[in-house]
T-cell receptor, first 112, second 115 residues
């Protein structure tokens, strides 16, 4: 079993839809949770960072962490074609000074 | 802020030669940098963690004599792929930890093709 599981998609939605992206994990030591966006042949770009359980909102993006269920989510409101990319969840037990464990990424396509 | 660059962005080399990839934090100091490898449609896999002024820590299964990492300054880390073979062809991405934050910032990646 992988430490982090993420549905690879692809996920196709119409412009303006609410997108829900999810990851599950098995290591209860993870405390730091991140979402990255990666365009084709580019490096990942940090979108959201959350410590421990709870919600965090930034513009059209909301990150949720449920440590009791070992489940994290990223919601994108009013999705735009420019949101089309691969979304990677990443986790760490000790923060950014230590290794990040990535999910395989979900490929999102927002149709105009 | 928090920009990380990589050079080159794309390189083709012949089997048996060595290739050096540079990773620079442009507007912040990074005592810790990371090197990842990504195969097509797969996730990033950590190869090694490099700390300025000390030896890199390699992940299990990564050959330290093949992937030489040097972190000579607070803004520069290099990865040298020695005696490259076609199976080393991949997308290599570095990241840097920004002091005072909990975040890693990633470079744009280097695509290596070994013929």
């Amino acid at each position: 079993q992988k430490e982090v599981e993420q549905d690879p998609g692809p996920l196709s939605v119409p412009e303006g839809a609410i997108v829900s992206l999810n990851c599950t994990y098995s290591n209860s030591a993870f405390q730091y949770f991140m979402w990255y966006r990666q365009y084709s042949r580019k490096g990942p770009e940090l979108l959201m960072y959350t410590y421990s359980s709870g919600n965090k909102e930034d513009g059209r993006f909301t990150a949720q962490v449920d440590k009791s269920s070992k489940y994290i989510s990223l919601f994108i409101r009013d999705s735009q074609p420019s949101d089309s990319a691969t979304y990677l969840c990443a986790m760490s037990a000790y923060g950014a000074t230590n290794k990040l464990i990535f999910g395989t990424g979900t490929l999102l396509a927002v149709q105009p | 802020g928090a920009v990380v660059s990589q050079h080159p962005s794309w390189v083709i080399c012949k089997s048996g030669t060595s290739v050096k990839i540079e990773c620079r934090s442009l507007d912040f100091q990074a005592t810790t940098m990371f090197w990842y490898r990504q195969f097509p449609k797969q996730s990033l896999m950590l190869m090694a963690t490099s700390n300025e002024g000390s030896k890199a820590t390699y992940e299990q299964g990564v050959e330290k004599d093949k992937f030489l990492i040097n972190h000579a300054s607070l803004t520069l880390s290099t990865l040298t792929v020695t005696s490259a073979h076609p199976e080393d062809s991949s997308f290599y991405i570095c990241s840097a930890h920004r002091e005072g934050t909990y975040e890693q910032y990633f470079g744009p990646g280097t695509r290596l093709t070994v013929t």
